[in-house]
C-alpha cells in the first residue's frame, strides 16, 4: 500500500482546508486509516481515526468539532475536513493506514503518506 497526501497550504485563522490521501492496493479498502500531525520541533501527534469499515472515527480532544475524518472506498481515498483553522494546527500531516492496538500511537501504524505541509496564520 502505498500513500499520498495532498490539499495542504498556506491559511488564515478561521480558514477551512480538505487534506486528502489516495491510497493505491487494494488492501487499503480492509484498512483503517487515520491522520497525524508534526508541528516544528514537535513529536507526530495524533490527529484523527477511522476504522476500515467506516464505521468509527475518533478525534483528538484539540481538533474534536473542527476537523472531519472520512473515507470513500470506491476511490481508495481517507478526507480530513479541517475548519476553523488555528495557528497552532500548524504542522506537516500525514496520513496512515494499518494499524495495531493502539491507532493514537505513531509506531501502531504500518504505512505512511509523505505530508503536506499546513500553515496557519493568526
Not at 496520513?95 to 504500518?110: F, I, K
Request: aromatic share 12%; with cysteine; proline share 2%.
Amino acid at each position: 500500500v502505498q500513500l499520498q497526501a495532498s490539499g495542504g497550504g498556506l491559511v488564515q485563522a478561521g480558514d477551512s482546508l480538505r487534506l486528502s490521501c489516495a491510497a493505491s492496493g487494494r488492501a487499503f479498502k480492509n484498512y483503517s486509516a487515520g491522520w497525524f500531525r508534526q508541528g516544528p520541533g514537535k513529536e507526530r501527534e495524533f490527529v484523527a481515526f477511522v476504522r476500515w469499515g467506516g464505521g468509527g472515527t475518533s478525534y483528538a480532544d484539540s481538533v474534536k468539532g473542527r476537523f472531519t475524518i472520512s473515507r470513500d472506498s470506491a476511490k481508495n481515498t481517507v478526507h480530513l475536513q479541517m475548519n476553523s483553522l488555528k495557528p497552532e494546527d500548524t504542522a506537516v500531516y500525514y496520513c496512515a493506514a494499518q494499524v495495531g492496538q493502539d491507532y493514537r500511537r505513531p509506531n501502531a501504524w504500518g504505512y505512511w503518506g509523505q505530508g503536506t505541509q499546513v500553515t496557519v496564520s493568526s
